[in-house]
Every structure is written in structure tokens, then in C-alpha cells.
């Protein structure tokens, strides 16, 4: 290595701004992930206080990897919103108090003296399956991540589908029934309201109230959770509760009935899950997803070259995605090797 | 202009093979339809009959347009089948008789002695309305085509993505419902299930059996027609039929739930309605699709942006997309003019 390689900005900071936490990390062209850092949102502090957290988690996980910030190429960041992605402007995010039309790009610009790129969460945990993870040397591939609600991620030829509004990926909003459950964005039958935490939630308290057996009043009381945890989900499952079994298996249906409609519109060559729920369950959850998906390919032919796969990078997703924006946007050769 | 410009292969030749008819055109680079000739497909005369029939048409098009096959630079052809791009292999093709991993693309290439490109006809149709019709200058653009059954096909980042097995676009079996009517594909609650002149006929009778009052069976009867066509449907609603009123109603219903379900996936910037259905019917018939649609986008900052419009081409959309696709399978310029 030439001397002058150490002082040439080679590297890459990501930023995974959450509801509740805000990771960094220093991530080298190769996609090893040298060093990173955390920090809590607290978004009722204000707007400008959890931009200075960013900073402050930006600047520790730079220290922590030996490096100044001279070293830095660019930053990325996903925040959990849609984001207007030529601008940097971050619109109406649920979980963070008062963030609206934030032009988050300008503020931390400012703030780190880097260029700085933004794009939606979901986006960003998408990229980073494609380039370092389950996805990689896929040209079509979807990814679905189940949490509390059910987010999505399009790699189309090659490349992050955003759509003209950058409001693309939106799977947990595709209607499953024109007269289904309400979902939490307020409309009736939305893929979210059959097959997200919040939706598993709700049919497990129908059914307790309903009078049927399970274990399951007696894990939350043991873990004095008041709320259903993918953990819990999982516990349960693991001991073989019919409750939960039961509503578990309606959401693989749906989860099905969705992919066989997504591989009919687009074709992909993958389909990638992530999130809480299916990092809790793991493999044996997708197995009857893709069973029930298969039955609906009108197009038979090489449908067992079509893989339903578990996502890689767990919660590394978030800032290891947002690196390869700040590559990619800023024009920066990514060659990725074996993560260390 | 240079003198030798006469003889340069100049001009594209695309054909439309459909079920009942061939449809070959002579099109010039920027877009114009010089002449075309039609043929009977009858394909229960053999393959070897519709190849000479597809050659008869082109060499009569390319005659009308006082020209000589060597001033064709390349054919395209657009075929009711999946069709392997990469090959010309066309796939089992529903109406026509015995077809099934036919290889066109090299049989019409013996034939005619000229680079030939092969596609499926929905693929077709939506590349000309992005080229040359109503999607032209989008960069997004989905086209729905509702008649007997309903295909669609999407342009993404100004191109006709296709899908890794060449099976993508296939709208009509997006799944509206769990439990729904069954589909022409065996499988139920397609959407093509609730949305297509089949379905259409399907609860027309049914309303018919249960008594309710139409005009319809006075409409056919007078028509001489034992199927219900796009006209029959057209003059019943414009006699203000209730039952056809009611049953146009819920296809407009499921049309704008599919919309709304294409919008929160790719948001694309423009939705084309083409088909029999839409050109009997006209605008009136997407107004309701539209206002379905837009309660379903989660994404409601530029709504108004999202257009969904006719198709312009009609029946010309198979020969003039086939010419577009010849002319860019084969790197050639093609450059957008006024029709003639």
C-alpha cells in the first residue's frame, strides 16, 4: 500500500436513525464494517438535539476505527420515513416526535462538513441485502421485512426501485381483500393488517378472549412484557401452542398469497425476508410461504429457480446499507469482499 | 437527404400474431405506420401455415409501402404466449392450436432472411404506448389491458422490465382475495377473476338467474350474440342497465384497489387502461378506478402527479410496439415523431 492511501478518504460512514436508537458505522469499500457506535434518538428533545447524537455517534465510531473524519468519503443514512432522496428532505416519520419535511441532509452537511445522502429505511436494509447479503449477485429481487408493521424493498435490474414520488416499496400496503381487518394506516385489508406483529397481536387476543387455550398469558406474564415480542412469538411456537400456531400459519398464508403475487408482477429471481418475526422464527417460517406462493405463479416454468430466502444481516442491515448509498450516490467504486 | 438513404435498411417491420388474426406493418424510424396487411391466423392448419401466412402479410405490407425487404432492417413480432426473449422461443401459447416452445424467432428468421425479435403481446402493446401513445416521456409507466382476460406490462426506469424468467407483467393474477371466484387459471380471487369480460359475463348471468331485470338479454338477442362483447356492455350502461351498472360497478372497484396496490408498489407515475373493455367504454369508465385508487395511496403528498389514462393506440399498439421492439432489440435510433 502507497503512504499517501492512509490520509485518501477511503471509507464510508453509515447511519441507522431508528425510533429509539441511532447506530454508526465505519465501513471500508469492501463492505467490512471496522467499527461502530450508538446512541439513544429521544426525538422529543428536539430536532437539532438528535442531529448532534448523529454527530456524536458518527464521530465515535470514526475514532473507534483509528480513523479522523478527513478519511470519510461520504456519509449515508436511512430514517425510518419516506424521504425525498434528491433533496435529503425527510417527510412526516411516525416515530420520530415532530420530524416533518426535516431537510436532514442539509443539517448534518453542515454539521459533518461530507456530502450526505438519505433514503427511507426499508431502502437502505434492502441495498444492503443486495450488495453484502442474501441477495447478492441478484438482478431482480424483493425484500420483505416483518416487524410491527410489514416494510418493502425493490432491487430491479440491478438497482434500487425508488418510483417518481420515492415512494415505491410499499408491500405492507397492497390490499389482500378488499374488506379485510383495518390496518394502522386506516384502510381496510392491507397486506400489514394480516401479516405484521401489530396483526399477529390482534388475533392472539381474539383468540384468548375467545376463550381458547395457550401458554401464552402465562410467557408474558413470566417476561413482564405487556406487549407481543417477536421472542415471545417464537417461545410460544416452540411449545407447540395451538393458538398461536393457528395465527401464525394464516400469516404465512398471506405472506404466500403476497410473494405469488409479486413474483406474477415482477418476475424476481429473489425474494429476501428480514425483520423481527422471521429473524425470530427463521427458516422453518418460510417454508409453507413458499409453498402457498408456488401455487400462484401462473408461470410454472423454472419456478424452482425462484428462492424465498431469510435476510443476513440482521441489524447491521441498517448501517451497512446506508454506507453503500453514501457509495454508490457519490459516484464511489464498492467492491464487496467477504464481510470480517 | 443522401442519395443511398433509399436503399439503407431503413424501416421496421412488426408483426401481430393473435389467435384469430396476423396484423404485419411497415414502420419508419420516427414512429409512422406506412402500410400494413392482414392475415387469418387459423392456426389448426399447422405451424408451418401460420409461419407462411406471418410471411405472406409482411411481404404484402412491405410491398403496400412501395418498399423491398431489403430496406427492412429488423422484424419484431408480438406473440399471445410467454414468449424466452433471448431465444424467440414461444411458450404454450392458450390460442393457438399446438402451440407450445415453438421457435419463432429462428423460423421466421429462415424465413425472411432478417434479424427478427420476439416478445409476449401485452409486453408489446405497453412499449408502444410508452413509445409512441400515451405514456410517452414517462419514465414509470404500468399498462392494464382488460378484455377477455386482463395483461399488463411495466416500464421501469424507461424500460420494458421483463423479469428474470421473462414472466413478469402478469397483473391479471395478483391476488384480490383469498378466497375470491375462481380464475381462468384454476386458481381463485385473481384479479382477472373480478375484472375481466369474463368476469363480467359470469355475474351478469348470475344476476340474470336470480331475476334482477336488464335489457341485456334484449340486447343480445337483437346482437345475434351468445357472448357478451365490449359493444353489448357499452350500449347497456349507456341505456343505464342497472344490473350492468352494478356489475361494472365492482370491476371499477377492483380495478382501483389493483391500482392503489401498483402505486404503493412501484409508483409509477402513469397507468394506461387499454383493451376491449376500456375503448368500449372510454374515460368515463376509469373516473371511478381513479378515486378508488387514490384513497388506497399510503403515500398522498403528489397524488395529483399519479395520472391514469387511456391507451391511444388501439388496435395499432401490437404492430407499432412489435416495430419499437425490433428497432431496439436491434441498437437501432429510434426517434419519436407525430403519427401520420
Redesign the interface.
Known amino acids: 500500500m502507497a503512504k499517501n492511501d492512509k490520509r485518501a478518504p477511503a471509507h464510508l460512514l453509515g447511519v441507522d436513525l431508528g425510533g429509539t436508537k441511532i447506530l454508526a458505522a465505519v465501513v471500508d469499500r469492501e463492505g467490512n464494517l471496522l467499527a461502530e457506535a450508538k446512541r439513544s434518538t429521544k426525538s422529543e428533545q428536539g430536532q437539532q438535539a438528535v442531529i448532534d447524537r448523529i454527530v456524536a455517534a458518527a464521530g465515535e465510531a470514526v475514532a473507534s476505527a483509528q480513523l479522523d473524519m478527513g478519511q470519510v468519503a461520504a456519509v449515508g443514512i436511512g430514517a425510518p420515513a ?1 424521504v425525498d432522496v434528491a433533496t435529503g428532505t425527510v ?1 412526516n416519520a411516525p416515530n420520530l416526535v415532530g420530524w416533518d419535511q426535516v431537510p436532514l441532509g442539509r443539517l448534518l452537511r453542515d454539521a459533518l462538513d461530507l456530502p450526505v445522502h438519505v433514503d427511507n429505511d426499508v431502502n437502505v436494509g434492502t441495498l444492503a441485502e443486495h450488495v453484502l447479503g442474501a441477495g447478492r449477485g441478484t ?2 429481487m424483493v425484500g420483505i421485512f416483518v416487524g410491527t408493521g410489514v416494510g ?1 424493498g ?1 432491487i ?2 440491478g ?1 434500487l ?11 405492507g ?6 374488506d379485510g381487518p383495518l390496518c394502522g ?1 386506516g ?1 381496510p385489508g392491507c397486506l400489514e393488517a394480516y401479516a405484521s406483529r401489530t396483526a399477529i397481536e390482534r388475533e392472539v387476543r381474539a383468540g384468548l378472549e375467545m376463550g381458547r387455550p395457550s401458554i401464552l398469558p402465562q410467557l408474558m406474564a413470566q417476561s413482564g412484557k405487556s406487549r407481543l415480542t417477536s421472542g415471545l412469538i417464537a417461545k410460544a411456537l416452540a411449545a407447540d401452542d395451538e393458538l398461536m400456531g393457528s395465527v401464525i400459519s394464516q400469516v404465512q ?2 405472506l404466500g ?2 410473494v ?10 429473489m425474494i429476501v425476508f428480514g425483520g423481527g418475526v422471521v429473524e425470530a422464527l427463521g427458516d422453518p417460517f418460510l417454508e409453507p410461504i413458499g409453498r402457498v406462493a408456488r ?5 410454472q ?2 419456478a424452482d ?2 428462492r424465498i430466502v431469510a435476510a443476513q444481516l440482521g441489524d447491521h442491515a441498517g448501517v451497512l446499507g446506508a454506507a453503500i448509498l453514501a457509495g454508490q450516490q457519490s459516484g464511489i467504486a464498492f467492491s464487496p469482499g467477504a464481510p470480517t
Open positions: 419516506p417527510y438482478r431482480h418493502g425493490l430491479l435490474d438497482r426501485h425508488r418510483g417518481f414520488r420515492y415512494a415505491a416499496g410499499e408491500i400496503h397492497m390490499v389482500m381483500s378488499a394506516c384502510r398464508r398471506y398469497l403476497l405469488g403475487s409479486l413474483v406474477n408482477l415482477l418476475d424476481p429471481e401455487e400462484r405463479y401462473l408461470q416454468r423454472d429457480r425462484v
